[in-house]
């Protein structure tokens, strides 16, 4: 097993999922996701990243390259991406167009993060125009596809923009294969812990040993996804991770619904299978006041050597939402950390 890098203190940034609460519209969301990028910038994060799913009445965030150009423009400084384009749901050429664009508008400022999951169930994948069996099998060549775009070495088209503006690369993944492909190509990896933790460590062990230096980074670099409700008091911290909980639950039921509120998700009764699903989803959490969640933090951290911490937090309650992110910055004197991110990353 390869030795993680000598622990320092990770960057923190932020994965918004756009959440849709009960009662609520998307607009409000998405102008809430505009709230929180600032917030973000302000507060001293890395990078924030919004992910592509489909069919989530509760997720709005289903077009991530319009999300971030409107939130680029509504930002100045911090890097702004996707974590990210499923892309066998899209065509390579239409993907390097738009980050090409995205990165010739705002230079040094756009991630591109790749999946290869489609981002929702078989039946919308197929109406995103492929099939899911055969997406998956065209995923190595789609990914070749596009980094010839965006190096102008297709023999027969052009992406423009797309050519000469490619963003910063990165590989998503919550299992080995995008780590031996992120590892093989030299780019930085970013795991989804917040839904795969049992797979986590095999998988950035995986990702250091098979790495090769790049032209874009030199050594691995890491980053994992972690959920995390921080507020004043334990209590309410969980109080408010109650809705996410009830959510999944849901979801995993088959019937998908807005973000409930967290009196509605304290009223319900789970059944013991249910609850079952709840300690599943809620294994990778870290909830609480801001000294427990900074301590589980740096314990997550100094296990699996990440570089990196992405925090995403499904809140119902924007202002509760925005004021978790807050408390976590102030806990980790975030203003004052130095991130130590290579640039290309």
């Known amino acids: 097993m390869t030795e993680p890098a000598p622990m320092r203190r990770p960057a923190l940034s932020v ?5 849709v609460g009960d ?17 973000a910038e302000r507060l001293g994060y890395r990078r ?7 069919n989530m009445p509760g997720i709005a ?14 930002t100045q400084t911090i890097r702004v991406g996707a974590g990210g384009v499923m ?33 929702t169930d078989p039946v919308t994948a197929a109406a995103l125009r492929r099939s899911p069996s055969l997406a998956a099998d065209e995923f190595p060549e789609q990914l070749r596809d596009l980094f010839l775009f965006f190096e102008g070495a297709h023999p027969q088209i052009t992406a423009v923009p797309g050519r000469g503006y490619r963003p ?20 930085p990896f970013s795991f989804a812990h917040h839904f795969a933790p049992h797979h986590t460590i095999a998988a950035l062990d995986i990702y250091r040993e098979t790495f090769r230096p790049s032209s874009e980074l030199e050594r ?30 849901r979801l995993r039921q088959g019937r998908p619904t807005q973000l409930p509120t967290p009196e509605e998700a304290a009223e319900y009764v789970f059944t013991p299978m249910e609850r079952d699903i709840v ?23 100094e296990r699996t050597g990440a570089d990196e911490l992405m925090i995403t937090t499904m809140i119902h309650g924007p202002a509760d939402r925005l004021r978790s992110y807050a408390l976590l910055a102030e806990t980790w004197n975030l203003l004052s950390a130095s991130p130590g991110v290579p640039d290309a990353a």
Do not use: K
Request: aromatic residues 6%; glycine residues 8%; charged residues 15%.
């Open 220 to 249: 691995p670099y890491t980053m994992i996804g972690v959920p995390v409700v921080c507020a004043e008091t334990d209590e309410r911290a969980r109080w408010l991770s109650g809705s996410s909980a009830l959510s999944f639950v």
């Open 168 to 187: 910063a690369m990165w590989m998503l993944g919550s299992s080995d294969f995008s780590a031996r492909v992120a590892g093989a190509l030299g780019l």
């Open 15 to 19: 994965l918004d999922l756009v959440p």
């Open 48 to 54: 924030l990243w919004v992910a592509e799913h489909h």
């Open 279 to 301: 300690r599943r989803w809620t294994a990778p959490l870290i909830r609480g006041e801001p000294d427990h969640v900074r301590t589980e933090l740096r314990a997550l951290a």
């Open 87 to 119: 892309l066998p749901n899209h065509a390579s050429l239409v993907v390097a167009e738009q980050f090409g664009m995205l990165e010739a508008l705002h230079p040094g400022r756009i991630d591109l993060g790749i999946g290869r999951a489609p981002g």
């Open 61 to 74: 965030s289903s077009s991530p390259a319009v999300l971030i150009a409107h939130l680029a423009a509504s």
């Open 23 to 39: 009662g609520a519209t998307p607009a409000a969301a998405l102008a809430g996701s505009v709230d929180l990028a600032r917030l």
